[in-house]
């Protein structure tokens, strides 16, 4: 008896398989003639070998649309199954200005138009500065860039880091080990990547490397290559971090650099290396620069209150 063995890479069984293993039997209803199993992360087939072709054919293209939208229902199965052609059903299609689908089918897109010159500009230049108050979804759109980048294997990893002012770059007086003492500190980075990446492969992909969460501090030395790379809360580094970080751009890189001037959280009369490398670097071929504003805030509608109210004032003062 011919066999075929599918092994899923990357992909939590329970959410291809589905409770139960209910997509399991419903391509056992489409392939009456085959013995199908499905144990661990692999999926076994026995029987005709002109069968077993067709069936690793269908089993692709749900592995395809699986992998662009994290999702797979009783429909989708039916449709892929029955169509009678890869043109019939072309699980790489998708609408409008969607970067990403995220955990459980969930869209994420470019909301607002310095959002989609935000994405336009990734498209065009290897390093973009995207500039704007908090809520604006500077981070939250680089983030599903990276993670699109990372699907489409144009890059083999994702970094994220953060200048660790807040924190305090002497963390010792901190409970517990470096990563302890510096998870808080990251957590809107970790919170966005749950959103468009299912919790085992986010754990994989933490462990093996493939996305590396790090202070600013940990890139000095290194050169990034094949990897989509975003420095957040740029406004708090200084002259020289800035100058160290931008230097570390390797061979197939992206830069994203994300950014509040009106937030500077170093001390008095210490440049910001981000408003100090918008000017020297405006005039570079390959930077872009996106500014985002109030009208780009999609948090609480009263955020943007918050914000007008706070810029009136200093408008005053200065």
Do not use: C
């Not at 592995?63 to 029955?82: G, P, Q, S, W």
């Amino acid at each position: 008896m011919n066999e075929i063995i599918i092994e899923l890479e990357q992909i939590t069984p329970k959410e291809f398989f589905g409770d139960h293993n209910v997509n399991i039997e419903l391509l056992k209803q489409y392939f009456p003639k085959l013995k199908i199993v499905a144990r661990g992360n692999k999926l076994k087939a026995f029987g005709d070998e002109e069968l077993l072709e067709e069936f690793d054919h269908r089993i692709t293209m749900l592995l395809k649309h699986f992998a662009t939208y994290n999702k797979l229902d009783e429909n989708t199965i039916e449709r892929v199954l029955t169509s009678q052609s890869s043109e019939d059903y072309n699980t790489s299609k998708e609408s409008g200005e969607v970067i990403v689908h995220g955990v459980s089918g969930r869209i994420v897109k470019a909301q607002t138009a310095n959002q989609r010159k935000l994405v336009e500009s990734m498209k065009v230049n290897d390093m973009v500065f995207a500039i704007g108050p908090a809520g604006t979804g500077k981070t939250y759109t680089g983030i599903a860039l990276a993670v699109q980048a990372l699907k489409n294997k144009s890059v083999k990893r994702i970094i994220l880091t953060r200048p660790a002012v807040e924190a305090g770059e002497n963390l010792g007086f901190l409970p517990g080990d470096l990563k302890e003492k510096l998870d808080p500190y990251m957590q809107p980075l970790y919170d966005a990547l749950r959103d468009m990446i299912a919790p085992e492969k986010l754990a994989h992909y933490l462990e093996n490397g493939t996305i590396q969460i790090a202070p600013l501090a940990f890139m000095r030395g290194r050169t990034l290559d094949n990897a989509f790379v975003i420095l957040d809360e740029g406004q708090n580094t200084t002259h020289a971090q800035m100058k160290m970080f931008l230097t570390r751009m390797g061979k197939n890189a992206k830069f994203l650099l994300t950014g509040d001037p009106g937030q500077i959280d170093l001390p008095r009369r210490t440049i910001s290396g981000l408003k100090e490398a918008l000017l020297i670097l405006k005039n570079v071929e390959g930077v872009g620069m996106v500014f985002l504003d109030d009208k780009d805030v999609i948090r609480h509608k009263l955020v943007k209150k918050v914000i007008e109210a706070y810029k009136s004032i200093e408008n005053r003062e200065s």
